[in-house]
């Protein structure tokens, strides 16, 4: 099983990590942490292969209700898997499963890669 949670302060949405100016959008210092913190935690994560077509799962296990949407939290999350090599493109996720649940006494995420 490739399956890791790891834990963090808060669930962020993508849209509070950047910055958009014009065409383009930059990553503020807040994303750049979330990526830090997460990326340090990956490392039991096994890799996934380049051309592998890829099944995701995310659990996003929260405190209380006050979490962005799912499709908006689940972007840097992605971004992330591919920032550290564990997935090659978010374009080989032919499956992505996703779900939030609350009253959980940490904050954490769930992360879950397989092959197709």
Known sequence: ????EVQVDKIRS?????????YGS???PEY???????SLQLGKLKAMDRSSKLSVSLHFKCKNKTVGDLDNI?????DILQL???????????ELNKK???GHENISIE???NDI
């Open 111 to 113: 992360i879950e890669l």
């Open 84 to 94: 550290t090599g564990k997935i090659n493109t978010d374009r080989n996720v032919l």
């Open 14 to 22: 993508y849209q509070t990590l950047v910055n958009k100016r014009g």
């Open 26 to 28: 930059y990553r503020t």
């Open 32 to 38: 750049k942490e979330y990526i830090r913190v997460i």
């Open 1 to 4: 099983m490739n399956k890791i």
């Open 74 to 78: 689940t972007k840097p999350i992605l």
């Open 100 to 102: 939030k649940t609350f």
